[in-house]
């Protein structure tokens, strides 16, 4: 009976299974994904229409989602590539002729492509439409075009699209059973003046491509579907608004919402109506007492689940949403009741595997992922708006965004842009709006136009009454808009140039930017702070196995080789990284340290490899380290708690008072009351010599002074590199500082060398006679024809052939620490604040006519488009005779500049020493030759 029974019931399985197969056949898939291969065909004379082409079937192939450029489609690039961004003097500068011939074409400015297209492409695949979705709406949606479509189905025009940021969706009506054609046309020009230069557009960052990227689609609807969801939760009431759009037709359509958290149910379901006139429903879902808020410290997603039942079948859609309340108050940001100082970078559209946007969540998780282990909570999207993937992924790690609209233009004058910013605003709000961590809506970058500020003060005023979830904003950079909730300035920045606080006055830690931010009333962001140059990392280059080839890397290589200096490279990116990372440190905690300043955004923690190769990131263009600093450190001086010493100076005699003020930056989430800071004064070799404590309440949401270190060093007898360091007690926050004490009686030399200040007769016969020369010659060093070489502490601000030549044109310096003319001037073979006398106003050594095996004492490190071996000290035997030559200024004002004095106390210590024996012997009308 029992084996009776079992076949029975097996029986029965089978034949439920069997009628569920064939049930399941009947069934048509409700969406059909477009991805896989496309019939193709180039239209660069713009031909198309005219002569039908969507009537046409083509004979290429594609695969989609992706570019053309992507699979060797387009044309090889050469002097006439029509390029989409300015082209600075690439395409005159004699320095770079070898790379304008043909069979060589390299562009030194950006990253170079393989293949190149600017024009109109066509794309076409059969589509085959099942049984069931005949009499009903059908979406085919494409999630990234770059950048204007045209749909045609079965040789019949569709409809057109313009949107650049977010997807483009088509809405067929009653198709038939059975095989379709859709033929796409792609307009990658820019016929919306958006700016050439914009990242949303431009072949400096992402490149200027032409297909289709994300999820492609085809989805059948109900009669009646979801249009659009946005959701306004208020933490205060516990509650969710909802508004809620539909198109198409139903009978007694039911609107259903629920809610989860972490996959659990949530809320009270609610069912709301639909109005009949306008297909919209509102309603509020209460959450009762227990919410998670959303922000950079408890980033909480919920979903939010709608279903629209119809006679015909279900529309669903899920919805990510946040419980938070980013706002101003006063001169600073809250998020929740908490203040918060946003610790931003830009994300420029830099993607060199594929030269367009990532559009799944991996790569987005490694880049928001790297910005919080090296301290930020915030990234500026500068002229451009990410894809969902980056929108979720931010949700999900707690990270506060800033959109722009895709505009680096000119704006207010009337043109066909004004209205399209506009448009493309809604778009994104529309799209993107319910995410909790879309913060910020600017038009996008630094604008031009003579109306600009009526325009995009009235473009806020509408976002403002559209939309209360996030905060706006006109122009980053400029212009000041009164009535913005927030404004990207560039007067809270250290900025480049020659006399900016890095180069003026004495070493020191206690200037910041509270003069500027009196003249305004809205919360200030330092716009694009940094934008400190490093030496390339030709190692890279190796990397580039995408779209988007370093070939400007190769030209940088190539020159550095024809100058002798092929060993040096590794040597110049480290000594210039340790550089580029103090004048960072020096630029954030000047932002942290200035009352009511509300944040900043640097320009940039990744290399910016475009608009002549701006190498500004403390990581590479692939979010990776460059081996000189690494985020433990960095978030020392950037982090949401970082302790603060106003260091009236750095340098002092052993005869002075150290009198600092130490002062935290504390943005955590909760304060803290009698929190110990301790500090340390400590040598190189790690010997504590001073040491100290304080107890101070630390209150949420600002600058807390804490007290003041005092120390002075009577017992240090000899040049000393000292490092000061504060810890708040029992957590992870520290920072710390390199000061240098120097006796102020310094020892007498016994034997003084002869000095001179260029090479006339009597320093020629000095030389020739035996004797030691010490040669000062700062301000008789003849400069190269092509420009005069200008010398500071901080490095190249961007790159030199954007910035017309802007100075400074050298990197700092390197050097071998233990060399025997350094005995006396401790340093690590790169520019600390010790070298900022020495540096600033001195006269870069060219060496082009040296042998190029030499190798000066102390370079200054130059420029990676000139790759000239430059010096600031360096010895050679003349004659009998031997001859150090120093471009520094050692003779002026040495009792305020106490760098200047010990170092030229340390090379005539060498120069009195049997260690003064130079190796090589340089022609004596060489070394002339260096004089004016």
Known sequence: MQ???????????????????????????????????????????????????????????????????????????????PWTGDTGHSATDPKFAKYRVSGNIKVPYWLNPDKHYVGVAWYQKSIEIPAGWENRPVEIQFERTHWETTLYLDGEKVGDKNALQTPHRYVLNSLKKGIHIITLRVDNRVNIDVGKNAHSVSDHTQSNWNGLIGKMSITAKTSMYIDDIQLYPDIESKSVKIEATVKGSAKKPTLRFYATFNGRKVGKEIKLAINPQTNKAEGVMLFGEDIKLWSEFTPNVYQMHSTLETSDGADSRSIDFGFRNFKTKGMMFEINGLTTFLRGTLECCIFPYTGYPAMDKRYWEKIYSTCKDYGLNHVRFHSWCPPKAAFQVADSMGIYLMVECGGWANIGDGNPQDEWFKEEGDRILKEYGNHPSFCMLAYGNEPNGKNQVKYLSELVDYWQKKDNRRLYTGGAGWPYVENADFNAWYDTRISGGLDNALNTGLPRTDFDHRAPLMKVKTPMIGHEIGQYCVYPNFKEIAKYTGVLKAKNFEIFRETLQESGLADMSEKF????????????????????????????QLLDLHDFPGQGSALVGVLDAFWDSKGYIYGEEYRTFCNQVVPIVRFPKLILTNEETLDAKLQVAYYAEKPMTNAGLSWKIETREGKEIKNGRFTAD????????????????????????????????????????????????????SKMPHIAHTMDNVTLEKLQNGENVLLLAKGNIAFPKECEIKVAFSPIFWNTAWSGNQPPHTLGIYCEANHPALKSFPNDGYSDYQWRDLTIGSDAIVMKDFPKEFRPIIYLIDDWFQNRKLGLLFETKVGKGKLLVCSSDLESDLNTRLSAKQFKQSILEYMASDSFQPKDEIDLNVVKGLFK
């Open 573 to 600: 990116l480290y000594a210039s990284g340790k550089l580029q990372a103090i004048c960072y440190k020096a630029d954030i905690e000047a932002a942290l340290r200035t009352p009511g300043q509300a944040g900043f």
């Open 698 to 749: 630390l209150p949420q949401g600002g600058l807390c002074d804490v007290g003041v270190i005092k120390a002075s060093f009577p017992q240090i007898d000899k040049p000393t590199q000292l490092k000061v360091t504060v810890q708040v007690d029992n957590t992870p926050y520290h920072n710390s500082w390199n000061i240098w004490v120097y006796p102020a009686k310094q020892s007498s030399i």
């Open 3 to 81: 084996n009776k029974m079992k076949r029975i019931i097996i029986q029965i399985l089978i034949l439920t299974i069997a009628l569920s197969a064939f049930a399941s056949d009947k069934v048509p898939k409700k969406t059909i994904s477009l991805a896989g291969e496309w019939k193709f065909a180039l239209d660069e004379k713009d031909i198309g229409n005219s002569e039908k082409w969507y009537k046409k079937s083509f004979t290429e192939r594609v695969t989609l989602p992706g570019s053309l450029q992507e699979q060797g489609k387009g044309f090889d690039v050469t002097m006439n590539t």
